[in-house]
C-alpha cells in the first residue's frame, strides 16, 4: 500500500544521508514512480550522488489490493535470482541503470514488511537451512501505530488456530477466520469489514509469531506520539535482548508551509488555486480536508454523504480524495458536489502540501498512521472515521488521551454498533445519528472547542518536528528518530560502506 511505502522510501533518503550505505529497495510496480519522486524529495536538489546508493527494483504486484500473493511470488522469484549468483538490470533513484549482484555486495541485513509475512518466512527458513548467512540479520518494517502490534500480535496465536483444527476438524482458514477477530474488542473493527479467511491464515495469525522471530524491529511510528506505548514496546522487545527502533514521523525534509514545489502531480495547480481562493474568501483555517487513504472507503456511503450534505448546507468549504477503488459515488450526488462551488473533489491530492496551507483547518480522516503523523506534524486536527487496523486505537488516542480530536461514533457498523467502553453510550448507526452526531462535532470543532485542541495539538508538533534534529542525546526528544536509526545501524551490522532496505528490504554492508 501507499502508506506502507511512503514513509519507508523516506527512511531510505535519510539513511543514505546518514551514510554511506546503499540500500536496494523492493516496490511494487504500481508504485515505483511515486516512490521514486517521494526519495527525491528528501534529497536536496541536485544532490545525486546519495539517491546513486538507492537502487530500485520494480516487482509486479498483479491486480488485488488485499492479498499480496502475486507480489510474494514475484519478489521471491528476483530474490532466488539474486541469491543464485545472478544478476537483475535496475535503476537508482537517481535515474542511472544499475546492475545489481548481491554476491558482490554482500548483505548486512533485510528490512521485509509487517504484513508480508510469507516473504519473511521464506527469507528466516532460507536462514535456517544455510542458504542464506546465519548472520545475516531479519527485521520487520512495521508501517502501523505501535498501540495496534502491542494490543493485537503481542502472543502467537498460531498454537490457538492449530488446536482448534485437531478439535473441531475445520479449515485452517476457517480456525484462522474464528480465532483472529473475536479476541480482541469488537470495537477494533468499527465498520464491520471482514477479513477474507484465506489472508487470516496466511497472514494475520502470523505476525505474532513472526515478531517473535525478528531480529528486530523499525517503524514509522514517533516515539513522541505515544510515550507509555513506546516504552511498553521497547520493554517487550528487551526481554528477548532485541530493540525497536523509533524512525518517525518520516515526513520529507523538502516540506515547507504551502512551498509552491509541493503541489506537484495530477490536479495540484486546481487544487491550489482552490485553497488560494478559499482563503482569500473565507480565511485561515476554513477548509475541511476529507480523505480515507488509498485503500480505505466507508462501508456504508450513505452515511459519507449524509455528513456531506451538512458541509454544503452549513457553507463549510471542503476538499475530498477519492482514490480507494471502493470509492463510488452516484452520478447525481457527484453533481451535486460540483455546482457546490466551494467544494474541490479529486481522485489524488499532494496531502503534505494541503495540510500545510494555511486554508486548511481541519482534516476528516480514517486515522491511518500516516494520516495521522502527517497532520500533527503540519498542526491540523483531526476529526476520525476509523475503519480497521491501527485506526481505531489512534481515534481514542487523539480524541481521549491527548484531547486534540474528535471521533465520529454513529458511523459505525456490525457489532460495533454495541456501546463503547469509554462512554457506554448507546449507538443506533442510523444516517439522522450520523448527521445529528456531526452537526454536533462540526460546531464544537469550529467554536472554542476546536481552538484549544489546535493549541493543545501544537506542543506535540514541535516534539514530532524536533525529532530528526541534529542536536539531542540520550533521553532527550531531540533527534531522538536520528539516533534510533544510527543505533539500528549499529546492530544490523552495516559498517561506514553499505546497508540497505527495502519493502522487503536490504543492507548492504
Same mark, same amino acid.
Given at each position: 500500500?501507499?502508506?506502507?511505502?511512503?514513509?519507508?522510501?523516506?527512511?531510505?533518503?535519510?539513511?543514505?544521508?546518514?551514510?554511506?550505505?546503499?540500500?536496494?529497495?523492493?516496490?511494487?510496480?504500481?508504485?515505483?514512480?511515486?516512490?521514486?519522486?517521494?526519495?527525491?524529495?528528501?534529497?536536496?536538489?541536485?544532490?545525486?550522488?546519495?539517491?546513486?546508493?538507492?537502487?530500485?527494483?520494480?516487482?509486479?504486484?498483479?491486480?488485488?489490493?488485499?492479498?499480496?500473493?502475486?507480489?510474494?511470488?514475484?519478489?521471491?522469484?528476483?530474490?532466488?535470482?539474486?541469491?543464485?549468483?545472478?544478476?537483475?538490470?535496475?535503476?537508482?533513484?537517481?535515474?542511472?541503470?544499475?546492475?545489481?549482484?548481491?554476491?558482490?555486495?554482500?548483505?548486512?541485513?533485510?528490512?521485509?514488511?509487517?504484513?508480508?509475512?510469507?516473504?519473511?518466512?521464506?527469507?528466516?527458513?532460507?536462514?535456517?537451512?544455510?542458504?542464506?548467512?546465519?548472520?545475516?540479520?531479519?527485521?520487520?518494517?512495521?508501517?502501523?501505530?505501535?498501540?495496534?502490534?502491542?494490543?493485537?500480535?503481542?502472543?502467537?496465536?498460531?498454537?490457538?488456530?492449530?488446536?482448534?483444527?485437531?478439535?473441531?476438524?475445520?479449515?485452517?482458514?476457517?480456525?484462522?477466520?474464528?480465532?483472529?477477530?473475536?479476541?480482541?474488542?469488537?470495537?477494533?473493527?468499527?465498520?464491520?469489514?471482514?477479513?477474507?479467511?484465506?489472508?487470516?491464515?496466511?497472514?494475520?495469525?502470523?505476525?505474532?509469531?513472526?515478531?517473535?522471530?525478528?531480529?528486530?524491529?523499525?517503524?514509522?511510528?514517533?516515539?513522541?506520539?505515544?510515550?507509555?506505548?513506546?516504552?511498553?514496546?521497547?520493554?517487550?522487545?528487551?526481554?528477548?535482548?532485541?530493540?525497536?527502533?523509533?524512525?518517525?514521523?518520516?515526513?520529507? #525534509?523538502?516540506?515547507?508551509?504551502?512551498?509552491? @514545489?509541493? +503541489?506537484?502531480?495530477? *490536479? &495540484? %495547480?486546481?487544487?491550489? =488555486?482552490? /485553497?488560494?481562493?478559499?482563503?482569500?474568501?473565507?480565511?485561515?483555517? #476554513?477548509?475541511?480536508?476529507?480523505?480515507?487513504? @488509498?485503500? +480505505?472507503?466507508?462501508? *456504508? &456511503? %450513505?452515511?459519507?454523504? =449524509?455528513? /456531506?450534505?451538512?458541509?454544503?448546507?452549513?457553507?463549510?468549504?471542503?476538499?475530498?480524495?477519492?482514490?480507494?477503488?471502493?470509492?463510488?459515488?452516484?452520478?447525481?450526488?457527484? %453533481?451535486?458536489?460540483?455546482?457546490?462551488?466551494?467544494?474541490?473533489?479529486?481522485?489524488?491530492?499532494?496531502?503534505?502540501?494541503?495540510?500545510?496551507?494555511?486554508?486548511?483547518?481541519?482534516?476528516?480522516?480514517?486515522?491511518?498512521?500516516?494520516?495521522?503523523?502527517?497532520?500533527?506534524?503540519?498542526?491540523?486536527?483531526?476529526?476520525?472515521?476509523?475503519?480497521?487496523?491501527?485506526?481505531?486505537?489512534?481515534?481514542?488516542?487523539?480524541?481521549?488521551?491527548?484531547?486534540?480530536?474528535?471521533?465520529?461514533?454513529?458511523?459505525?457498523?456490525?457489532?460495533?454498533?454495541?456501546?463503547?467502553?469509554?462512554?457506554?453510550?448507546?449507538?443506533?448507526?442510523?444516517?439522522?445519528?450520523?448527521?445529528?452526531?456531526?452537526?454536533?462535532?462540526?460546531?464544537?470543532?469550529?467554536?472554542?472547542?476546536?481552538?484549544?485542541?489546535?493549541?493543545?495539538?501544537?506542543?506535540?508538533?514541535?516534539?514530532?518536528?524536533?525529532?530528526?534534529?541534529?542536536?539531542?542525546?540520550?533521553?532527550?526528544?531531540?533527534?531522538?528518530?536520528?539516533?534510533?536509526?544510527?543505533?539500528?545501524?549499529?546492530?544490523?551490522?552495516?559498517?561506514?560502506?553499505?546497508?540497505?532496505?527495502?519493502?522487503?528490504?536490504?543492507?548492504?554492508?
Amino acid at each position: 500500500m501507499t502508506g506502507h511505502t511512503r514513509a519507508l522510501a523516506i527512511l531510505a533518503a535519510r539513511m543514505v544521508k546518514l551514510r554511506f550505505v546503499s540500500i536496494t529497495f523492493c516496490v511494487a510496480s504500481k508504485l515505483y514512480d511515486r516512490t521514486k519522486a517521494e526519495i527525491a524529495s528528501d534529497v536536496p536538489p541536485n544532490d545525486y550522488e546519495p539517491l546513486a546508493r538507492i537502487r530500485l527494483v520494480r516487482i509486479e504486484q498483479g491486480e488485488d489490493l488485499i492479498d499480496p500473493a502475486v507480489y510474494r511470488d514475484n519478489f521471491l522469484q528476483t530474490w532466488d535470482q539474486l541469491r543464485n549468483g545472478h544478476f537483475i538490470e535496475c535503476e537508482t533513484a537517481a535515474g542511472t541503470p544499475y546492475t545489481l549482484k548481491i554476491r558482490a555486495e554482500p548483505l548486512s541485513a533485510c528490512v521485509v514488511d509487517g504484513f508480508a509475512v510469507e516473504i519473511f518466512d521464506a527469507l528466516l527458513a532460507q536462514r535456517e537451512t544455510a542458504k542464506l548467512p546465519a548472520a545475516l540479520k531479519l527485521y520487520v518494517w512495521a508501517p502501523v501505530s505501535m498501540a495496534y502490534f502491542l494490543a493485537v500480535f503481542r502472543e502467537d496465536m498460531l498454537p490457538l488456530v492449530e488446536e482448534m483444527v485437531a478439535r473441531e476438524n475445520v479449515s485452517v482458514n476457517d480456525a484462522a477466520y474464528t480465532v483472529f477477530p473475536p479476541m480482541y474488542d469488537y470495537e477494533l473493527q468499527p465498520q464491520a469489514l471482514a477479513i477474507p479467511p484465506e489472508l487470516c491464515s496466511r497472514i494475520w495469525v502470523r505476525i505474532g509469531r513472526m515478531l517473535q522471530q525478528t531480529d528486530g524491529l523499525i517503524t514509522m511510528d514517533a516515539a513522541a506520539y505515544n510515550p507509555a506505548v513506546t516504552s511498553a514496546m521497547r520493554e517487550w522487545f528487551a526481554e528477548t535482548g532485541r530493540k525497536v527502533y523509533y524512525a518517525g514521523p518520516l515526513i520529507t #525534509s523538502a516540506q515547507r508551509p504551502c512551498s509552491p @514545489s509541493l +503541489f506537484v502531480g495530477q *490536479d &495540484s %495547480a486546481n487544487i491550489k =488555486a482552490f /485553497l488560494d481562493r478559499q482563503l482569500t474568501r473565507h480565511g485561515e483555517n #476554513s477548509v475541511l480536508l476529507i480523505s480515507f487513504g @488509498s485503500m +480505505f472507503w466507508p462501508m *456504508d &456511503s %450513505a452515511k459519507l454523504f =449524509a455528513i /456531506l450534505n451538512v458541509l454544503i448546507e452549513q457553507k463549510v468549504p471542503f476538499l475530498m480524495t477519492r482514490p480507494s477503488p471502493y470509492a463510488q459515488i452516484p452520478d447525481a450526488f457527484l %453533481a451535486k458536489l460540483q455546482n457546490y462551488q466551494d467544494a474541490f473533489i479529486a481522485n489524488w491530492i499532494p496531502q503534505l502540501a494541503v495540510l500545510e496551507h494555511p486554508a486548511t483547518g481541519w482534516y476528516l480522516t480514517h486515522g491511518g498512521h500516516n494520516s495521522v503523523l502527517e497532520s500533527i506534524y503540519a498542526g491540523v486536527p483531526m476529526i476520525v472515521w476509523p475503519v480497521v487496523a491501527d485506526q481505531e486505537p489512534n481515534a481514542v488516542h487523539l480524541s481521549d488521551n491527548l484531547d486534540v480530536a474528535y471521533e465520529l461514533l454513529e458511523v459505525r457498523l456490525g457489532a460495533a454498533l454495541e456501546p463503547t467502553f469509554r462512554t457506554s453510550r448507546e449507538l443506533t448507526g442510523t444516517v439522522d445519528a450520523v448527521t445529528t452526531e456531526f452537526r454536533d462535532v462540526l460546531a464544537r470543532a469550529l467554536g472554542a472547542d476546536g481552538g484549544a485542541k489546535r493549541a493543545r495539538l501544537q506542543g506535540l508538533r514541535e516534539r514530532l518536528r524536533d525529532a530528526w534534529a541534529q542536536d539531542g542525546q540520550g533521553d532527550d526528544e531531540k533527534g531522538v528518530a536520528r539516533r534510533e536509526v544510527e543505533s539500528f545501524f549499529g546492530r544490523a551490522g552495516s559498517r561506514q560502506k553499505r546497508a540497505t532496505p527495502t519493502l522487503n528490504a536490504r543492507l548492504h554492508s
